[in-house]
């Protein structure tokens, strides 16, 4: 990387569904997914998989259909968090 140049590292995915009252469906995740891409964002996060399978097939779908920015999960230090992350994160 260029030490120079600035990237962007969206958590909208992720974070942003940490607002009270805030529920994305796998659509809106891809929606906002392709939207930050088309922005030029450089990495999204895309969510937690080991949370739920809703939120492993929404990770999924964004790494199988974002092509550009670097797709990022989010993990603890658990093997299960890892596999989970390392499964969803397979097509990006």
Do not use: C, H, W
Not at 28 to 37: G, H, N, V, Y
Not at 80 to 85: E, G, H, K, P
Request: hydrophobic share 40%.
């Amino acid at each position: 990387m260029d030490e120079r140049r600035i990237y962007i590292f969206d958590t909208t995915l992720r974070d942003g569904e940490q607002s009270p009252g805030v529920s994305l469906s796998e659509d809106e995740k891809l929606e906002i997914a392709m939207q930050l891409s088309r922005l030029g964002v450089d990495i999204i996060e895309a969510g937690f998989p080991v949370v739920s399978e809703g939120e492993f097939k929404a990770v999924k779908r964004v790494a199988e259909n974002v092509k550009g920015p670097i797709i990022a999960a989010l993990a603890r230090a658990k093997e299960t968090d890892i596999d989970a992350a390392k499964e969803a994160l397979s097509p990006a």
